[in-house]
Each structure stands twice: as structure tokens, then as C-alpha cells.
């Protein structure tokens, strides 16, 4: 992204105020998806070992609370940069085959820029002086179904490559980068090949395809690359945002549900592709008309902290989010026609941005809550030849907080043209000549070597406790792969049970909403796919009704609860499995069906906004439900019984 992204929305202004006359822009015809590329060993280039910079990591990276680690545990901070282009670089008007019509005059070819300037193992040698240790790679849809090669000129100073199609060049590309010790992340961008973000059939992920046809891409991307174990991220979509009739939402269980959208990818992935795979999802990038007058907003990831997502591994959740100065929380970033009063960010003084990035992102790293995540600032950006003194000041606040906050991050872009892109820390002329951040005279060095060079949290992260937030709001959310395996074990109703390692520790009275956690004793599940579906009252033992005038829900002895089923409102089942050490037969009621009864330090946060919650304390789990068929009352979850765990 540069710093014209958002001020092509002015069109976009225009389009959505004039919503019913105009028809809205044409998106990019993408090519047929049934003439994908089969999944060829992609070609390598030279291999370098690898230097400092990208450091003696192993993969696979996961995550443990706020931060990134490795397979060892220790913390992996994603210092990286956007090498873009194979998105497409195409603005959408004029021919497609004239630079002047591409963004900034470069005509990617759908191909990751500077790859007709430049060999490969001299841009790898370049990213390392750099100092990054990570790449993100954007890519579209369109790229993947291309079968086309792309021209000669495009790869002149890598012709390797000639014959090949974006697909197979990116392969390369992924293997350059990987082979030189650099971990890659997989973005998808664009759904067509065209420079984003008006309305031209990218705002969403399904503008220009379905959702299944969106997941499958994901699915065939994650599968081509499972053999690079450097190849550790999915980055699921660029800056969602609204077209010219609708926003996207969070939540909603429609169409245009970017939350539910991001979790069936997530899971498809990491269960039919890569299991090792990290998943990053980005927040809502725009709602609304901005126009004085009419709402207008940059959610950004502000609605994590009521709804989270719960992955089939608890431990693969990246969060992300994109700052740019002449944007703002409520600030389209267009000038002119449809330019709002909104702040945007580079006015802010340095404490109001402070606060601003607190608010729409970062308070997602506060550890103990049900949405505990990293968060990567995948896109920030300035240009060099940018004079501005707000626009300067911006990027010297915005590096000091992503130093003094230890945070992962993503400069935009990586690459450019000398000439073109002054945006780009490393610029190429026709010659092959570097220009740029490493060469002298860059004002944005002293910034960037201060963010580079920042002390953070390094070395073994232990892990700590986990809580995970379960949400039936629209649909089934079993996110165990154990259970999975085993089938429907419930049809009909809508489902939830906790990720493998985690068991069920809250429930709210209405909603459906649950938490899970690992507190206190970790993986309590016994080895084996035995397990029990309650339904009535069988397992009750004598003299054990701790909800009198209630039906229970309780787990045969030895077992606890891992998931939970409704139909409405009403509790349908509980999942029970047995445990792989001996549990109490006694326990204490929590009853929650007219008023909160959470522990006092609200572990896990709130995981059911606005309803009515019972939760286990941290040494405790849940051995049974309770609620009643009364007329006139509701016959969602009323009170837990709450078992002591071993100790």
C-alpha cells in the first residue's frame, strides 16, 4: 500500500452517496479457475545460507499469549517487510499493458517487483542488510489461476524464469526467500489482479468469487507449500472494507461476515492443509460512507474484545492491523471530495496516538483475556521524498511505539522503482542500481534503525494459561480436531467444544457463548477418542442433586465437560471425556441465571458480553449443567457444578 491507497477512494465516495445511479466499477475478469497450475516443484534460486538477521529460529512458529516462538519456545518477533506485487499493480482504467495505467507507473505483471532489475540472491542479500527476519507476500487469487507465462521482460535479470506463470514465479520466489533463512507469510491481497482498495471487486474476500471458492484457494496455497517449513503464516485477506451497498461485519452470520469468514478458512487450513501454519487475521478496514454526516468508521480490530476467534490449535492465532499517517480511526485518508474533518492519525499529538493505537489494537496483547494474541502491524509505511512535518513527526511517533511495545511488524512496501515508488526501502533503477533506505540521504533511516535495533522480549517465552472464547451465535463451533474425528455427536443442534488442551470452564445463561481454558492443569484429557454424550440425568449419583428442582447434565464419574450443544436457547447436551488422572467426585454450585458468578479475578475476561456468566475458578472444572424447562423461564445454561482438580 502507498500513499495513494486510499486517496483513490474519492471514487469510492463518489460511488457509495450516488448508490443508486451508479453501477459501481467493473472488477478485473479473473482467469478460469479450473486452468490452475498443478502444484509443480517450484524452480530455487542459488541458496545462501543464512545470515544474522533472519537468526538460528526453528520452525514451526505458534504462539504463547502475546508473542510469536518457535518450535524451541523461544520468541520469534516478525521483523518484516512487504514485497508486493503479485497482487497486481493494475488501477482498473486504460490498458493494462501501459506502466502509466499501474500504480506508480510499475507494472508488476503480477510477479513480486524487481525481479527484471535485479537477480535473486542479490535482493536476498540486500532484505538481510535490511535486518528483517520475515517477508509477507502478498498474492491474488486471480495469480493463482493464471496460466499464462509471464513476459521475458519482466524476469530480465532473473531468466530463470522465462516460460514461467505467476504462480511458478512466485514459487521461486518463496523458495529464494526461504532458502536465505527469511520466514514467509502468505497474503492474500487482491481477489483480481488490480492495485486495491476502491470499489474494484476487492473489498471483500468473496467480492469477485464465492467464500468456498476464497477457502479453497487457501486450502490449495497452504497444501503447495506444507514441505517449506519456513513457509509459516496465512494471512487471509487484505483490508477488508465496505463496496458501494454494503460494509463488511463481525459477527453477523450473513454474506459479508468477515469473523465467521476468517474462522472457516483458519480451520480448513490448518486441518486439510498445514497444520503448522500461523493465522492472521486482519480487522475491518472501513464501514460506511465517509462523508461529514454520515457514520463512518476503521473498526480495525476494535470488536476482538467481544468476539474472538477459537482455532482448532489454541496456540496459531495472529491478530493484525494497518496504520498509515494520512489515515485515521474515522478518516478514509482521501483529500478533496469526500474528505471528512476526522482526525487522521499523523494530527494526532503523540499521546493521542498512543491511546488511539492502545484502543483499536494492541490492548488485544494484554495477557489473561479470551482474545490474548499477538498482534502484527502488517502495513505502515511513509514515502522518502515525504516533507511534511506532521507526516515526518507520524512515523517517529508511530516507530517509538512499535519500539517501546516490543511489537511485530511489516513495512510497506519492500520494493520498488527508482523513480516510481520512493515509498519502498529499496528502490532499483533499470540498471540494477540500489537507491534507497541503506544508501544514505533516507530521512526515515533514523526511525527504521531505531525500531530495528530495539530491545524486546527475547529468548524461552514459558507458556502460560490460555482462555479461549466458544461462540454458537450462528453455527456449530467444535474447534477439536479429536472430536471432529469422531463425528456428529449431536445433530442438529448447534455445537461447541473447547480446542484440544483446553477444557470448558464458563457458559453464559443466554447467547450460547462458552470459555475454555487450560488453567491450573493443562491437557486434563486422557489419551483415546472415548467419550460420553449426556442427555438426561442417568449419571447423577443418589443423594446428588446439587441443583434441586433443575435438570442436570453431569459427567459420569472420571469425566469433565469439553463441549456443550443447544437448540435455541435451550441446552441440548454436554460432551464429557475422561480424564487422564483421577477427579473429586464433590463439588460447589454456580448458579448465573440472574446475575454474573465469576471468579474475582474475571479470568479470561468477559467472553459473553451483555448476558449473564457462570465460571469455574481456576482450579476447578466443570462436571455437570443444570437448567430448567419451566414455562415462562429461560432453558439456557442456569448453573455448573464446579469440581476441585487434582492437586
Known amino acids: ?26 472488477p478485473a475478469t479473473a482467469a478460469p479457475r479450473s486452468a490452475a497450475p498443478a502444484a509443480s516443484a517450484p524452480r530455487s534460486a542459488t541458496p545462501e545460507p543464512a545470515a544474522s ?198 459477527g453477523l452470520g450473513d454474506a459479508h461476515d468477515w469473523y465467521a469468514a476468517a474462522q472457516l478458512a483458519a480451520d480448513r487450513i490448518l486441518t486439510e492443509a498445514n497444520p503448522n501454519l500461523l493465522i492472521v487475521v486482519e480487522g475491518i478496514n472501513w464501514t460506511g460512507i465517509p462523508v461529514d454526516g454520515f457514520p463512518h468508521d476503521r473498526p480495525t480490530l476494535a470488536p476482538v474484545r467481544t468476539l474472538s476467534h477459537t482455532l482448532v490449535d489454541a496456540h496459531k492465532l495472529v491478530y493484525s492491523a494497518h496504520f498509515y499517517g494520512y ?71 508511530i516507530t517509538d511505539y512499535f519500539a517501546d511495545h516490543d511489537a511485530d511488524f511489516a513495512y510497506w512496501p519492500l520494493v520498488g522503482w527508482e523513480g516510481h515508488d520512493d515509498w519502498a526501502l529499496l528502490r532499483y533503477d533499470t540498471a540494477g542500481h540500489r537507491y534507497g533506505i541503506l544508501d544514505g540521504g533516507d530521512w526515515r533511516a533514523t526511525a527504521w534503525d531505531h525500531l530495528m535495533d530495539s530491545a524486546g522480549r527475547t529468548g524461552y517465552i514459558a507458556p502460560g494459561t490460555t482462555w479461549r ?15 471432529r474425528t469422531g463425528g456428529d455427536w449431536d445433530s442438529g443442534a448447534y455445537k461447541a467444544v ?44 443418589a443423594g446428588g442433586d446439587w441443583a434441586s428442582g433443575y435438570t442436570k447434565l453431569q459427567c459420569p464419574a472420571g469425566r469433565f465437560v469439553i463441549g456443550y450443544s443447544r437448540r435455541g436457547e435451550r441446552v441440548s447436551a454436554v460432551l464429557c471425556v475422561p480424564a487422564r488422572t483421577t477427579l473429586s467426585a464433590a463439588g460447589r454450585t454456580v448458579w448465573f441465571d440472574r446475575s454474573d458468578n465469576r471468579p474475582a479475578d474475571a479470568a479470561g475476561d468477559d467472553f459473553a458480553y451483555g448476558a449473564y456468566k457462570g465460571q469455574c475458578a481456576a482450579g476447578e472444572y466443570i462436571a455437570g449443567v443444570a437448567f430448567t424447562t419451566r414455562l415462562g423461564s429461560s432453558p439456557g445454561p442456569a448453573a455448573v457444578l464446579c469440581a476441585p482438580l487434582p492437586s
Not at 486517496?7 to 467493473?26: H, K
Not at 519456545?73 to 497482487?87: H, I, S, T, V
Not at 493521542?352 to 502488517?378: C, I, M, N, R
Open 53 to 250: 538477521a533472519t537468526g538460528t529460529w526453528q520452525p514451526p512458529l505458534s504462539t504463547r499469549g502475546r508473542y510469536i516462538v518457535d518450535s524451541a519456545g523461544n520468541r520469534f518477533r516478525l521483523k518484516a517487510a512487504n514485497w508486493d506485487g503479485a497482487q497486481g499493480s493494475w488501477n482498473g482504467s486504460g490498458s493494462i499493458d501501459d506502466p502509466a495505467d499501474h500504480h506508480a507507473g510499475q507494472d508488476s505483471h503480477g510477479i513480486p517487483l524487481g525481479l527484471d532489475r535485479v537477480p535473486l540472491p542479490q535482493l536476498m542479500s540486500d532484505f538481510r542488510a535490511l535486518g528483517i527476519n520475515s517477508v509477507r507476500l502478498p498474492f491474488s487469487n486471480e495469480m493463482i489461476h493464471t496460466t499464462a507465462p509471464v513476459p521475458d521482460a519482466a524476469v530480465a535479470a532473473n531468466p530463470v524464469l522465462r516460460g514461467e506463470t505467476p504462480l511458478q514465479v512466485y514459487d521461486a520466489v518463496v523458495t529464494a526467500l526461504t532458502d536465505a533463512g527469511f520466514a514467509v507469510i502468505l497474503n492474500n491481497h487482491t481477489n483480481t489482479s488490480r492495485w486495491c482498495c476502491g470499489v474494484d471487486g476487492n473489498e471483500r474476500w468473496n467480492s469477485s468469487q464465492s467464500t468456498g471458492q476464497w477457502a479453497d484457494d487457501w486450502v490449495f496455497m497452504a497444501r503447495r507449500y506444507a514441505a517449506n517449513p519456513r513457509v509459516v503464516g496465512a494471512d487471509l485477506y487484505n483490508e477488508v472494507r465496505r463496496d458501494v451497498l454494503d460494509d463488511p461485519n463481525w
Open 327 to 397: 489515515t485515521g480511526p474515522h478518516h478514509s485518508g482521501a483529500t478533496g471530495i469526500g474528505e471528512t474533518s476526522d482526525l487522521r492519525y499523523q494530527d494526532m499529538t503523540r499521546d493521542q496516538l498512543y491511546q488511539v493505537l492502545a484502543d483499536q489494537a494492541f490492548y488485544v496483547t494484554t495477557e489473561g483475556k479470551h482474545y490474548t494474541a499477538p498482534v502484527w502491524v502488517s502495513e505502515f509505511g511513509i514515502g522518502a521524498g515525504e516533507t511534511g512535518t506532521a507526516a515526518r513527526t507520524w512515523f517517529g511517533n
Open 1 to 26: 500500500m502507498s500513499i495513494t491507497k486510499f486517496a483513490r477512494i474519492v471514487t469510492y465516495l463518489t460511488a457509495s452517496l450516488m448508490v443508486l445511479t451508479l453501477s459501481g466499477t467493473a
Open 469 to 483: 472464547m466458544l461462540a454458537t451465535d450462528h453455527g456449530d463451533a467444535v474447534e477439536s480436531v479429536r472430536v
Open 498 to 541: 473447547c480446542p484440544d488442551g483446553l477444557r470448558l470452564t464458563g457458559l453464559a445463561h443466554s447467547g450460547g457463548r462458552g470459555l475454555c481454558t487450560d488453567a491450573a492443569a493443562g491437557d486434563l484429557r486422557a489419551a483415546g477418542q472415548d467419550r460420553t454424550v449426556v442427555t438426561d440425568e442417568r449419571y447423577v449419583p
